[in-house]
């Protein structure tokens, strides 16, 4: 699972892109790490963490992850092959989300390709290459195999389905709004073709240092660009990466401290990234002990055998039960012994649905 970081060149994708891999490229030697130069991993804030290493005294506290590749190079015409288009839009085709950025902040010595600053403008841009992309594969398609699809049931929904896209695509509007009003069964044949407009989306806002308080809501054109989000079903956030840049050489009191000056609770950045890790869809369960506190990263709607196997494939092999106990409970009652006692440990089978902040221990033969 990772997310594409987009936008016109100059906003500030690079910047994003180190200072959120920097964080985590510390944080430890996960196998993945340096698999493109343009990739890294990111930890996820997490708080609970924290009070779980306290409870359990842990030594070790060990986050989860998520990977971003920083896809540099849109421009306009990249869907007609200006620049190195059709060879960006292939990266973009490769990841499970995407990060747009957007440039809200003035500064001279930067120059703007389209010669002002706009997010509106940039991020229609983009869009517009994205959609064009999508447009000549769902219409080669068509050509293809829309002939044989009138013999063909399965290929008949499939060309249904299409065709549907096809509307929005040619009105301007990304395939994403085309599937929420679909059902399960051609929402995800439509998923098969991996069309970029259908990626799950949310907008980083470089904004200058200035207008970081109130995420960034005193700067007019973040508001605009929050309406736009809230029309797409989207998510906007608005980030300073110079700033960012600054707070991720600091270790986590002088963090909080920096942010407290500035007069900002969360930094952008952990915004980001937890809302880039809720974007894929994706949940966290826990286990503690004072050997290690750690969150695993699972989908939303796994089931306890599926996490059991993040662990371990014996787990999962092996599987017998799971016994969960939920962060929430844990943390009010200062500890899973009260917890138990309290009649709060369940014991889950291997149909249980984990749910985001379970504490779990597995029990499993193999
Ligand atoms: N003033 C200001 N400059 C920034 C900010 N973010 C990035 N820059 C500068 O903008 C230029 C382009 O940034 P970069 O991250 O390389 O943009 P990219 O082309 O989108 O990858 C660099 O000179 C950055 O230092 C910001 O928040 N404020
Ligand atoms: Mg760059």
């Known amino acids: 699972m990772k997310l594409g970081i987009v936008g016109m060149p100059n906003v500030g994708k690079s910047s994003l892109f180190n200072c959120l891999t920097q964080a985590g490229a510390q944080s430890a030697n996960y196998p993945f790490c340096t698999i493109a130069p343009n990739s890294g991993v990111a930890r996820v804030p997490d708080k609970r963490l924290q009070t ?45 989300a995407i990060v747009h950025v957007a440039r809200c ?14 997010p509106l403008r940039d ?8 959609i064009l992309s999508d447009l000549e594969m769902v219409e080669k398609w068509l050509a293809k195999a829309g002939k044989s699809a009138r013999a063909d049931k399965s290929l008949q929904a499939e060309a249904d389905a299409l065709k549907l896209v096809k509307a929005d695509l040619e009105a301007g509007k990304p395939a994403r709004g085309a599937l929420d009003k679909m059902g399960d069964e051609i929402r995800d044949i439509i998923l098969g073709f991996n069309l970029l407009t259908a990626k799950p989306v949310l907008y980083a806002l470089n904004v200058s240092e200035g207008d970081m308080t109130n995420d960034g809501a005193d700067n007019a054109d973040v ?30 009191d002088e963090r909080e401290a920096f942010l ?3 007069g900002v609770e969360r930094s952008g ?12 869809g994706l949940i966290s369960f826990f286990t503690a002990g004072p050997k290690e506190a750690r969150a695993w990263t699972i989908k939303n709607g796994s089931r306890a055998p599926q996490a059991a196997g993040k662990i371990h494939t014996d787990f999962e092999r092996g599987f017998i039960r799971a016994e969960v106990i939920n962060y929430d409970d844990i943390a009010r009652l200062g500890g899973a012994a009260a917890a138990k006692d309290s009649g709060l440990m369940r014991v889950e089978g291997k149909d249980y649905v984990v749910k985001d902040g379970d504490v779990m221990l597995f029990r499993f033969n193999v």
């Not at 991020?123 to 994205?130: G, H, T």
């Not at 809230?230 to 840049?245: D, R």
């Open 269 to 280: 950045l952990d915004k980001i990234i937890q809302a880039s890790y809720a974007l894929l």
């Open 123 to 130: 991020i229609d841009v983009i869009n517009l290459e994205l």
């Open 260 to 262: 407290r000056d500035l």
């Open 223 to 252: 508001r605009k660009v929050q309406e736009l989000a809230k029309e797409e079903n989207a998510k906007a956030f608005s980030v300073c990466a110079s700033v960012e840049e600054e707070i991720s050489t600091l270790n986590d």
């Open 105 to 118: 902040f003035k500064d001279d010595n930067v120059t703007h390709v389209e010669g002002s600053v706009d």
């Open 52 to 96: 779980l290493e306290r409870i359990y005294n842990s030594r070790k506290v060990t986050p989860a992850i998520i990977e971003f590749v920083d896809i540099a190079g849109l421009v306009k015409g990249a869907s007609g092959g200006e620049g190195l288009g059709n060879q960006f839009l292939a990266h973009i085709r490769e990841v499970d």
